[in-house]
T-cell receptor, first 111, second 114 residues
Framework: TQLLEQSPQFLSIQEGENLTVYCNSS?????LQWYRQEPGEGPVLLVT?????EVKKLKRLTFQFGDARKDSSLHITAAQPGDTGLYLC???????????FGKGTHLIIQP | ETGVTQTPRHLVMGMTNKKSLKCEQH?????MYWYKQSAKKPLELMFV???????ENNSVPSRFSPECPNSSHLFLHLHTLQPEDSALYLC?????????????FGPGTRLTVT
């Protein structure tokens, strides 16, 4: 069974600070996705990383896939209240498999 | 309409009721999924349909019965549920391509079993 461990589970910081969220596994994934979910809504895809060592940027968000394709990180620079939400990482083994999700990181950015 | 839609958004049902959740995707994808999201647990995959054939059910109790009549529609039929089945039920779709398996989610159905 593939498991994804996310840390921290909860994070509350002030607007303007930087933060990093981690997603770790003992398994290798074909690709890894990051989602953001707001209360009462479904997860919204932020990014997909496929190649070991890959780095992708989405405005103030930087995503990195580990060299061995077992772990990933999400770094947010100068966090804003609009970044508040549940951040989920999810790994794919390939094909039409469902995704394996971590428990998520609940992020609160206080004005 | 675009993306993935789900109806109803909220559902309250008794343990003896029968109800169905509906999902429709407008993305031209060839795979659809049902997930269950409970508090303090990761999203749990329930069912996968690829090219309208079920490929995985992950030992889900038989009180949950999926149906995929075509590549755009997915149903989850519910009967004699238990209170612990109360959760957010999410539908997702994807276009299975070599090396990329992004899934796009609907807004979910918040189910409460009384």
């Amino acid at each position: 069974t593939q498991l994804l461990e996310q840390s921290p589970q909860f994070l509350s910081i002030q607007e303007g600070e930087n933060l990093t969220v981690y997603c770790n596994s003992s398994s290798v994934f074909s690709s890894l996705q990051w989602y953001r979910q707001e209360p009462g809504e479904g997860p919204v895809l932020l990014v997909t990383v496929v190649t070991g060592g890959e780095v992708k940027k989405l405005k103030r968000l930087t995503f990195q896939f580990g060299d061995a394709r077992k772990d990933s990180s999400l770094h947010i620079t100068a966090a804003q209240p609009g970044d508040t939400g549940l951040y989920l990482c999810a790994g794919s083994g390939g094909g039409a498999d469902g995704l394996t999700f971590g428990k998520g990181t609940h992020l609160i950015i206080q004005p | 309409e675009t993306g993935v839609t789900q109806t109803p958004r909220h559902l309250v049902m008794g343990m003896t009721n029968k109800k169905s959740l509906k999902c429709e995707q407008h993305l031209g994808h060839n795979a659809m999924y049902w997930y269950k999201q409970s508090a303090k647990k990761p999203l749990e995959l329930m069912f996968v349909y690829s090219l309208e054939e079920r490929v995985e059910n992950n030992s889900v109790p038989s009180r949950f019965s999926p149906e995929c009549p075509n590549s755009s529609h997915l149903f989850l039929h519910l009967h004699t549920l238990q209170p612990e089945d109360s959760a957010l039920y999410l539908c997702a779709s994807s276009q299975v391509l070599q090396g990329r398996y992004e899934q796009y989610f609907g807004p979910g159905t918040r189910l409460t079993v009384t």
